[in-house]
């Protein structure tokens, strides 16, 4: 990866679980952070587990870390924007009527999917990353070198970078968070009302259901904000799992046990298919890519590596001493490095990859 070359200083907004976990993160590498939570006693309690080293928003901040509740976001980047000189970036798990409130190029909106049960700053782990996607929504205005500062200090974390349109992120997002969320407490909502009827019924919850309920422990006082500000995918999905149960339904009601077979299987292979996360890849190539000074090329270059499936193992900028191009570059897995570049050369780029050896 690429050697950071930028002031080692960052702020968080917001101390709770995400925000702690980013201070731990950064000090672990030796970064000066500042921190600050609209609840006082939050930020001395960081202050006190390490997970900051002094309360305050630091104007020399390289980069702002915003990690509020949803309904606070677009009010703190403000905030930071105005505030700080660096780059502003937010982990907020709503993106569209974020990016579409904030159009200043200092501002990258991201998404890390990762979390815990535990609740608050205690809760925080300098790990919490590692191995988990952070979602990144670059759009026409942002700033090439703020995206590559951003990215690159979500990459020290061990997290692996994946840039989208908001609104893709968006209705996404409402698939594999929010309403699987909204499904764990459903579920749980049902096994505590025939828990009255039955003692032992939770005492007997085991295994699957454990598993599929278990983000269900997490902080519930989020959801209203995030449902509010993510509502119409989230209605849209909820109506096509309905629509999938009711499916199902007529399946198990009617005996037809070789559809329901079928149902199952495709089920469990899709299942078998989710793509694992490779640390290090063995087979890696080096895809080169040629571009003018304009807004909307980082946007446009990043969020083409998403739809086409191929990861983007590190990014990196190299600007023309001369003129008003530079040159994008990007690490990506050996066998999506040709598919990448058929894609940028029908879009009128002309990259180039090497593989390495």
């Known amino acids: 990866m690429a050697e950071l070359t930028l002031p080692q200083r960052a702020s968080i907004i917001g101390t709770g679980l995400i925000g702690g976990?980013?201070?731990?993160?950064?000090?672990?590498?030796?970064?000066?952070?500042?921190?600050?939570?609209?609840?006082?006693?939050?930020?001395?309690r960081a202050l006190a587990l390490g997970a900051i080293d002094a309360?305050?928003?630091?104007?020399?901040?390289?980069?702002?870390?915003?990690?509020?509740?949803?309904?606070?976001?677009?009010?703190?980047?403000r905030r930071a924007l105005a505030e700080t000189s660096g780059v502003v970036t937010d982990v907020g798990s709503v993106k569209g009527s974020l990016?579409?409130?904030?159009?200043?190029?200092?501002?990258?909106?991201?998404?890390?999917?990762?979390?815990?049960?535990?609740?608050?700053?205690?809760g925080s782990s300098a790990d919490m990353f590692r191995g988990a996607v952070w979602v990144l929504t670059p759009v026409a205005h942002t700033d090439a070198d703020q995206y590559a500062t951003v990215d690159a200090v979500v990459r020290s974390f061990g997290a692996e970078v994946v840039a989208l349109p908001p609104d893709r992120h968006d209705a996404l997002v409402a698939v594999v968070s929010h309403v699987p969320h909204l499904t764990a407490a459903a579920l749980m909502s049902i096994a505590d009302e025939r828990?009255?009827?039955?003692?032992?019924?939770?005492?007997?919850?085991?295994?699957?259901?454990r598993d599929m309920t278990r983000i269900a422990a997490g902080a519930p006082t989020i959801w209203p904000d995030i449902c509010a500000e993510n509502k119409t995918a989230i209605v849209d999905m909820i109506d096509q799992l309905t629509a999938e149960l009711g499916r199902l339904r007529d399946l198990v009601a009617t005996g037809d046990r070789p559809a329901l077979l079928s149902t199952l299987e495709r089920a469990q292979e899709a299942r078998r298919n989710l793509p694992s996360r490779v640390a290090q890849p063995s087979a890696m190539a080096e895809v080169r890519v040629p571009v003018p000074d304009r807004g909307g090329v980082i946007a446009e270059?990043?969020?083409?590596?998403?739809?086409?499936?191929?990861?983007?193992?590190?990014?990196?900028?190299?600007?023309?001493?001369?003129g008003d191009r530079g040159v994008l570059i990007l690490l990506?897995?050996?066998?999506?490095?040709?598919?990448?570049?058929?894609?940028?050369a029908s879009r009128g780029y002309r990259p180039t990859v090497s593989y390495l050896r």
């Open 99 to 122: 990016v579409g409130e904030i159009d200043d190029p200092r501002f990258v909106g991201g998404h890390p999917m990762a979390g815990s049960e535990q609740l608050g700053v205690e």
């Open 332 to 344: 990506v897995d050996k066998d999506t490095a040709e598919p990448f570049r058929a894609g940028l």
């Open 195 to 209: 828990a009255d009827e039955h003692a032992a019924l939770l005492r007997l919850a085991a295994g699957g259901f």
């Open 301 to 322: 270059v990043a969020t083409l590596a998403a739809e086409l499936g191929v990861n983007i193992a590190d990014f990196e900028i190299a600007h023309s001493s001369e």
């Open 55 to 77: 309360i305050g928003l630091d104007p020399a901040a390289a980069i702002t870390f915003v990690a509020t509740p949803v309904r606070a976001i677009v009010g703190e980047v």
């Open 21 to 44: 976990s980013i201070g731990r993160a950064l000090r672990g590498q030796g970064w000066w952070v500042t921190g600050t939570d609209a609840d006082p006693a939050s930020a001395e």
